[in-house]
């Protein structure tokens, strides 16, 4: 079984809900607490073993390169007065040479058309996908990691699901679901933003997939789904039968930071675990509730 070496990161996306920040701000620079989203993800691929990241960027994005760029100016303005401690937090963000690329989407034709844009990077071997807008927390056991743990155990393709409220499954992939063993559930097919009533189940994905490479020519057809998008999830549903599928329930938190509300709930619960401003923010919303 081949390892899973690189992560796609899709960036394109124009942010709308997050109008005017996004106008000159990428959705993925908005910072949880002090950390960009797009960190956090670059984060969990890091602790299961990735490396090599694969930015698929569009018009207006260039702060995502800049950011992992050297910054030689405050780098040497922090380290002549001594402020290790910055050049710490720098450093700890740092990719090596070479493990970063960048290729852009022309055109927002959905998030299948994104991953397909990465194929050439990606070449013939496994690959993971991470939506830096889902906020996946859990710092002791990260969810690619656990996905990475049943890859190595079932091989093919993983999802990463969670169970949702039956009324919110219109906006979400769905998995309709086989065997469960644990927190791994077979999947027999997927079906992206169901009407409602009509979804095979309340498991939803949520942003994360390690995926065959036999995916790239199915997305290269450029089909139309949901809302005329070229839609992964319909690429997906193809695969399953020629090749293992699972999803994996992810064991941790998720914040929805494509959405005001859950960005703004990923800043309190991220705020609570810093012990250096944990107890101002609880005093304060104390106060407020
Ligand atoms: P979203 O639809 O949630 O993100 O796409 P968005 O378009 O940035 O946000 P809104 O809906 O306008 O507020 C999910 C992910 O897929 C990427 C987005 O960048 C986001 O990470 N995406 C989506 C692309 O890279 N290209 C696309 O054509 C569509």
New binding site residues.
């Given amino acids: 079984m081949k390892p899973v070496r690189k992560a796609i990161f899709?960036?394109?996306?124009?942010?709308?809900?997050?109008l005017p920040a996004t106008k000159a701000v990428p959705?993925e620079m908005l910072p949880v607490v002090d950390r960009p989203l797009i960190q956090y993800a670059v984060d969990e691929a890091r602790a299961a073993g990735i490396e090599q990241m694969i930015f698929?960027t569009g018009r207006n994005k260039y702060a995502i390169e800049d950011y992992f760029d050297a910054a030689y100016e405050i780098e040497s303005d922090l380290a002549a007065k001594n402020k290790t401690q910055f050049l710490d937090i720098l450093e700890s963000t740092r990719l090596a040479p070479g493990k970063a690329a960048f290729v852009r989407?022309q055109q927002?034709?959905?998030?299948g058309?994104?991953v397909g844009c990465a194929r050439d990077l990606v070449g013939d071997e496994p690959f993971a996908v991470l939506?830096?807008?889902e906020l996946l927390w859990n710092p002791g056991n990260p969810c690619l990691k656990q996905m990475i743990a049943t890859y190595e155990n079932k091989g093919g393709n993983v999802v990463a699901v969670l169970e949702i409220p039956e009324d919110q499954t219109h906006k979400y992939g769905i998995v309709d679901p086989g065997a469960v063993d644990g927190a791994v559930t077979e999947v027999r097919k997927m079906v992206e933003k169901p009407a409602a009533g009509t979804a095979p189940s309340r498991l939803a994905l949520v942003g994360r997939y390690i995926l065959q490479p036999e995916i790239f020519a199915l997305l290269d057809k450029g089909e139309r789904g949901a809302g005329g998008e070229i839609q992964l999830t319909d690429a997906m549903a193809k695969l399953i039968g020629s090749q293992a599928f699972h999803a994996v329930t992810f064991d941790g938190d998720r914040h929805d930071c494509?959405d005001n509300a859950g960005f703004i709930q990923a800043n309190i619960a991220l705020a609570l675990e810093r012990p250096e401003i944990a107890d101002s923010v609880r005093a304060f919303i104390r106060k407020i509730v």
């Avoid at 927002?108 to 998030?111: Q, S, T, V």
């Fill in positions: 899709p960036v394109a996306g124009f942010g709308t809900r997050f959705k698929v989407q927002m034709l959905g998030l058309h994104a939506l830096p807008d494509g």
